[in-house]
């Protein structure tokens, strides 16, 4: 089956102006496929982003228009140049061996004239909504360039980093003749591309990013010289905002990223006002109470600043450099760092919880019941037509037993109240919502967010501990653990130290919420060690049987926030979907399983909140008649009625009025988008029909302006139609020509 198409915007040439400075240099959104495979009559680039507004896109889009923009990025694209810049066919031969795995994956490739280049097709869009998620790009395309050349041998050009830049068309006209030069022939169907990164690919750009910090000339207002600490500190104050412009929150940042450090109190109080002193703004006693109320935070469970904070405050240059210098990395340092990198690597030490995991299954092996042969290397030969028990279930048909579990959705979704209730229905051995059945046994909720009062109001609200579930209200429930803030999820002693006390205590379920808030506030949710926590519950569910449920959060895209091996790593999840949420609070959502592991989708659930707080299921039957009607039907009827009384903004009004999640109504418009079924008219104009009838109103209501038109072209591209169609305009006679070639229009407005 071919895999759905993917559109990317493409422009006459390289030099077109960038948005939104230059609002008339239009380009198309065209399917990926017709981009590699036309002939263009220009020297025609494209990017690897779709985006609502169809021009070339500057770091203002993500700044200042992130939301009318919705920039998202849908290929991975790879320029490789032989040496020197010039690709003969005995390198681009060799070449092509190296990538043969990558063509059968489906990776498309087409020959260049200094090389060639590697087209993929991602999974699921990267959205790139302000400055962060644009470096994360960056650091995330400079690891599969690592990966590339680790796994392949092949070198990718690394200046391809930025989320803007362009690439010429396989087929684009040079020197006034179409490129002709070899191609794979799947440019209908391209591969995704989900390279295994590990997690040398991400420390070789660490590595590259402090010899870069540490050699690259720069322009200092304030001289970078003596120890290291005080080239640390000056690093910063040459990067440091002004003020007024958030010297504040620069401040508790960066004493966040000491805390994270581990430095004492004092010495952070003296380094913070180094930095300060060189910008004329030390002020020893307010500093002092800005390093003692992040520590008191810190130490009391709470979020402090992280290197990510701090780089949004003074860039991710001067980061990159006081991080190099103040983790330890002076030049000498440095070498000797990279020497040390570079030699044979010893094993890593076996982790406490690998060791318990190592023991069982030695254990395991030494079953005398399992008759199959094991050889030296504890591996098992034949038994293959052995009966299979069926599975276990902790929630009838929803959560097997002993399973790695994730609820995510945005804020506000009762994913909490749900994994709560859960629970409480482990723990009581009262069906969940009433209709699911459950396991009983004793659970646990490891609490990182809310606190003892609002997880004990959500407890007294929660219908099972009420008359339904023959329990008093108020009674207790013996079964049920909780404990506010503890160890981070990272903590592999912390997951041993669990593993032993859930043995002993006989724990079924352990709930956690959430991810992000169990993690230390210093690392970044995308880069792959943030699911080290997620990890070690998978070898926790293996030493003891016990259901792990983590509480996550969405991103902007709709999806599973931070690195994609988080989502790997889990061996089910849900989805929570939003129905409806009435102006008497009463809030629907549809729990949908995105991945269903070691067993067959099961159905969604649908949950109800209900307005005295209590969780509910509910039928599909209940859900429809409070339904407006522009909101039933399927997602493209319904922006269909929205956009027939006229354009709309951007996507967050369409969302709105049709009463979709933001991922939904943005493929939808995608679609048709690509299917020209509807278009959008630049910054302002917003979505609109794009019919015939439409682009006639269009061409008409242009000319009905004061607006004067003496080309064609012109015309077009003021009425967002082609150049055609308003030649086809002009030989039905809709419109014409004056004698000094201005454009008018015949025909009344329709």
């Not at 609070?585 to 991945?595: A, F, I, L, N, P």
């Not at 979709?660 to 020209?676: A, F």
Request: charged share 25%; aromatic share 8%.
């Amino acid at each position: 089956m071919a895999n759905p198409p993917v559109s990317t915007l493409i422009f006459e040439h390289a030099q077109v102006g960038g948005w939104p400075k230059h609002q008339d240099a239009r380009g198309n959104l065209f399917p990926i496929a017709r981009t590699l495979t036309e002939d263009y009559d220009t020297d025609a680039h494209f990017v690897s982003y779709s985006a609502d507004i169809v021009h070339r896109h500057t770091h203002a889009s993500i700044t200042e228009h992130a939301d009318e923009a919705n920039i998202q990025m849908q290929l991975a694209v790879f320029d490789v140049d032989g040496p020197g810049h010039v690709g003969t066919d005995e390198w681009f031969e060799a070449e092509m061996e190296k990538a043969n795995d990558l063509i059968l994956d489906g990776a498309f490739i087409y020959r260049t004239r200094g090389g060639y280049r590697i087209v993929g097709r991602l999974p699921r869009p990267f959205y790139i909504l302000d400055a962060d998620e644009a470096a994360s790009w960056s650091e995330l395309y400079l690891a599969w360039c690592n990966y590339l050349q680790r796994v392949y041998g092949i070198v990718a050009d690394r200046k391809c980093k930025d989320w803007q830049h362009l690439f010429r068309a396989p087929r684009a006209m040079r020197d006034g003749v179409v490129l002709d030069l070899p191609t794979t022939e799947n440019a209908d169907d391209i591969g995704l591309w989900q390279p295994a990164l590990t997690g040398a690919d991400w420390q070789a750009e660490q590595i590259r990013k402090v010899e870069q910090a540490l050699t690259a000339p720069r322009e200092e207002t304030i001289p970078v010289s003596g120890t290291r600490l005080e080239r640390a500190a000056a690093i910063l104050a040459n990067a440091w905002p002004a003020k007024g412009e958030g010297r504040d929150g620069t401040q508790l940042a960066l004493a966040g990223v000491l805390w994270h450090l581990g430095w004492d109190q004092d010495a952070a109080v003296d380094f913070v006002c180094d930095v300060c002193r060189l910008v004329g703004d030390e002020d020893r006693p307010k500093r002092t109470r800005t390093v003692q109320k992040t520590w008191l935070k810190a130490e009391s469970g709470g979020l402090v600043g992280s290197w990510a904070n701090l780089a949004s405050c003074v860039g991710h240059e001067a980061v990159d450099a006081a991080r190099a210098l103040l983790t330890g990395f002076d030049e000498k340092g440095f070498a000797q760092f990279q020497a040390l990198l570079n030699a044979p690597k010893e094993p890593p030490p076996t982790s406490i919880l690998d060791q318990m995991l190592a023991e069982k299954r030695a254990e395991e092996a030494a079953d005398s019941s399992d008759d199959r042969v094991l050889d030296k290397l504890g591996i098992r030969w034949g038994g293959w037509n052995k009966p299979i028990p069926p599975p276990s279930y902790l929630l009838e048909g929803l959560i097997p037993e002993g399973k790695v579990v994730a609820f995510f959705a945005e804020g506000g979704s009762v994913k909490t109240w749900s994994a709560l209730s859960l629970a409480i229905s482990v723990a009581t051995g009262k069906p969940w919502l009433e209709m699911y059945p459950v396991k009983q046994g004793r659970a646990i909720y490891l609490d990182y967010e809310d606190g003892m009062q609002e997880t004990q109001r959500r407890v007294n609200h929660l219908e099972i501990v009420t008359a339904m579930s023959g329990m008093m209200e108020g009674q207790d429930i013996p079964d049920l653990g909780y404990r506010y803030g503890g160890q981070r999820l990272d903590n592999v002693e912390f997951w041993a130290e669990l593993t032993e006390h859930v043995k002993e205590q006989g724990i079924t379920l352990l709930v956690f919420d959430s991810v992000s808030a169990a993690m230390p506030g210093g690392l970044d949710e995308n880069a792959s060690q943030f699911s080290e926590g997620i990890k070690h519950a998978g070898t926790f569910t293996e030493l003891t049987g016990c259901t792990v449920v983590f509480i996550h959060h969405a991103n902007k895209g709709g999806g599973m926030r931070g690195h994609s091996s988080m989502r790997d790593q889990c061996d089910i999840v849900f989805r929570f979907e939003p129905v409806s949420e009435s102006e008497n609070g009463v809030k629907r959502m549809r729990m949908v399983c995105d991945k269903p592991g070691p067993q067959k989708k099961p159905a969604p659930v649908n949950v109800e909140l209900t307005k005295d707080a209590r969780l509910v299921a509910f039928s599909e039957d209940e859900a429809k008649p409070a339904r407006d009607p522009l909101k039933e039907g399927d997602t493209k009827q319904a922006i269909r009625l929205v956009l027939a009384t006229g354009p709309m903004a951007n996507v967050t009004a369409i969302r709105e009025a049709v009463g979709r999640n933001r991922k939904l109504v943005n493929d939808t418009l995608m679609e048709m988008s690509e299917d020209g079924e509807i278009v959008k008219l630049g910054k302002t104009g917003g979505y609109a029909l794009n019919g015939e009838e439409h682009q006639t109103q269009r061409v008409l209501d242009v000319l009905a302006s004061d607006l004067v038109f003496v080309t064609a072209s012109e015309l077009a591209r003021q009425a967002y139609v082609d150049t055609t169609f308003v030649e086809r305009l002009r030989l039905r006679g809709v419109v014409c020509q004056s004698g000094e070639g201005r454009w008018m229009g015949v025909k009344k407005a329709l």
